[in-house]
């Protein structure tokens, strides 16, 4: 049988005010493939963001989730498989598609607003993003090896190729120390807002309560990450005519 048509047992949360559909007809509620895998992967990232990975068991997964515990074999094969899904999962953990900074794809405005719309566009997705930043600090400090993985296969590719856009745009044949500060920084911009997330909420929430909000920051950072940019070609031009009249 395919996955699409997959058919999970659920049973209706405890203390739910919600009268369960087959409540009258003695039946358990069945849904979808896709519903019980978004439960489960929506239930695991609170658990394991909450708990860790060695400290949270299959069996509380399914149970938060309202399915059987055979779901996340039918899925994801393991626990292991499970929490590289949910690590991975692109509603949570967005990508950058090095192909945007590549020679014709996109000028510099574009492909920056590309690459920080990837991460403040999550922001729109309110409270599971946040469970979401908890879970990789935890993965951070009880690593399963998905974080160095993460960097090698995701960020240095997107992080390279941000550096030869910005060498074609400064003019420089090599990217230096500060060409990578450069890129580093200008990523910096859109991570440290979804870190920021308590701290707005506390003194400033009006900054991201919106999705109209939220693009509007996402706008200005762009603006910053263009400022950096020429502030970065005056410094270049400046240190070279210091060097030709010396």
């Avoid at 993985?149 to 400064?170: F, M, S, W, Y």
Wanted: glycine content about 6%; aromatic content about 6%.
């Amino acid at each position: 049988m395919g996955k699409s048509k997959h058919i999970t047992t659920v049973h209706q949360p405890a203390g739910s005010n919600q009268p369960s559909p087959a409540a009258h007809s003695g039946k358990t509620l069945r849904v979808d493939g896709i519903e019980a895998r978004t439960r489960l992967l929506d239930s695991a990232l609170h658990l394991f963001a909450e708990r860790g990975y060695a400290k949270t068991s299959t069996r509380e997964i399914a149970r938060a989730a309202n399915v059987n515990i055979s779901a996340i074999s039918y899925y994801f094969g393991d626990k292991a498989g499970l929490y590289r899904a949910v690590y991975n999962d692109p509603r949570t953990n967005p990508t950058v598609d090095p192909a945007i900074f590549e020679p014709g794809n996109s000028d510099l405005r574009s492909a920056l607003s590309m690459l920080l719309c990837t991460f403040t566009d999550s922001l729109k997705q309110g409270e599971i993003i946040e469970t979401c930043m908890k879970l990789h600090l935890r993965e951070m400090l009880e690593p399963t090896g998905l974080w160095v993985e993460e960097i090698d296969n995701t960020i240095r590719p997107a992080h390279q190729g941000l550096v030869k856009l910005l060498c074609r745009h400064l003019g420089v044949t090599r990217a230096d120390d500060d060409i990578h500060r450069l890129a580093f920084s200008i990523t910096g911009l859109a991570i440290s807002l979804m870190l920021s997330g308590d701290i707005m909420q506390a003194i400033r929430p009006a900054l991201i309560a919106k999705p109209k909000a939220i693009d509007l920051y996402a706008g200005r950072l762009v603006d910053y990450a263009l400022a950096m940019c020429e502030d970065e070609k005056r410094r270049r031009l400046l240190h070279s005519s210091e060097i030709s009249t010396s």
